[in-house]
């Protein structure tokens, strides 16, 4: 047993998707979420920058005494997980492994991950599932209008000009797919927030939430190093690295409620 809280760190307040998955999943827990606004967005970041805040984001975690930390960001999972693993302790889960091991378990020849770019042309989704030898056929598209889209809140009023802007984009980036692939990869943290749309474009396919893979992934460490916690009344903290109002509404967008965001200041990295 193990009550303290697991540390999850996106680039801002979209990886809120992942932090819905972990409480649905593992209702016992608390949770301290970081969303480094202030570095956003990392999709069209370098590699190396990416790294370097996710070092930082893990010691902040860190010095709140979490037990686990779940990198919620689909762009920092592609590139900074390993360095992480190689240079803290606790059980470091990113969303990408967990999301292979989901796929390995479809029915599927064919997947499109969509992304940022930054994710998409790490090619990591590719080059994990090829190790696997499975025969599965995966393609990547970066979509980087999406994640304005969502932070403007366009999948709230069906049928807003909006709604049919999201839409078109939709079938802008995902048209070209349509009868090629049997499941899509929701590879960045805002788009659970858009699934009802992306099955309205993509009619009878079936989605992957690396969130949802993450969360599952993350209830299995616990159990097997006997981490769960036995706490009845689980709490959540939020931090982020810049506090605009902005974030605040964004972050009600994703949650659909409201919660208290405090500012933290982290080095410079
Ligand atoms: N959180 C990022 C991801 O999942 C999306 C937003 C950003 O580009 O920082 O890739």
């Known amino acids: 047993m193990d009550?303290?809280?697991?540390g999850l760190f996106d680039s801002g307040v979209g990886g809120l998707t992942v932090l819905k998955?972990?409480?649905?999943?593992?209702?016992?827990?608390?949770?301290?979420?970081?969303?480094?606004?202030?570095?956003?967005?990392?999709?069209?970041?370098?590699?190396?920058?990416?790294?370097?805040?996710?070092?930082?984001?893990?010691?902040?975690?860190?010095?709140?005494?979490?037990?686990?930390?779940?990198?919620?960001?689909?762009?920092?999972?592609?590139?900074?997980?390993e360095v992480l693993r190689e240079t803290f302790k606790v059980p470091i889960i990113g969303v990408i492994e967990p999301t292979i091991k989901c796929i390995s378990r479809k029915k599927t020849s064919s997947v499109l991950v969509i992304g940022t770019?930054?994710?998409?042309?790490?090619?990591?989704?590719?080059?994990?599932?090829?190790?696997l030898n499975l025969g599965i056929e995966i393609f990547g598209k970066a979509c980087p209008l999406l994640v304005p889209l969502v932070e403007e809140g366009a999948?709230?009023?069906?049928?807003?000009?909006?709604?049919?802007?999201?839409?078109?984009?939709?079938?802008?980036?995902?048209g070209e797919y349509r009868d090629r692939v049997s499941h899509i990869v929701l590879g960045c943290t805002h788009y659970p927030a858009i699934e009802n749309e992306i099955r309205f474009v993509m009619d009878g396919v079936e989605l992957i939430d690396p969130g949802e893979c993450a969360a599952l992934e993350l209830k299995e460490i616990l159990e097997k190093n006997d981490m769960l916690s036995e706490e009845k009344s689980r709490f959540e903290k939020f931090f982020v690295t810049d506090l605009s109002?902005?974030?605040?509404?964004?972050?009600?967008?994703i949650l659909q409620r409201e919660i208290n965001i405090e500012e933290i200041y982290l080095p410079e990295s």
């Open 245 to 253: 109002e902005k974030t605040v509404e964004v972050a009600k967008i």
């Open 117 to 131: 770019m930054r994710t998409v042309r790490s090619g990591v989704y590719q080059k994990k599932l090829q190790e």
């Open 155 to 174: 999948f709230l009023n069906k049928g807003s000009l909006l709604y049919n802007a999201l839409v078109s984009t939709l079938e802008y980036y995902l």
């Open 3 to 6: 009550n303290r809280p697991i």
């Open 21 to 81: 998955q972990i409480q649905k999943i593992l209702p016992r827990e608390s949770v301290i979420y970081l969303g480094d606004t202030q570095h956003l967005p990392y999709g069209d970041k370098s590699k190396e920058a990416i790294i370097r805040f996710s070092i930082e984001n893990t010691k902040f975690l860190l010095r709140q005494n979490v037990k686990a930390i779940v990198v919620a960001c689909n762009s920092a999972s592609s590139v900074a997980v």
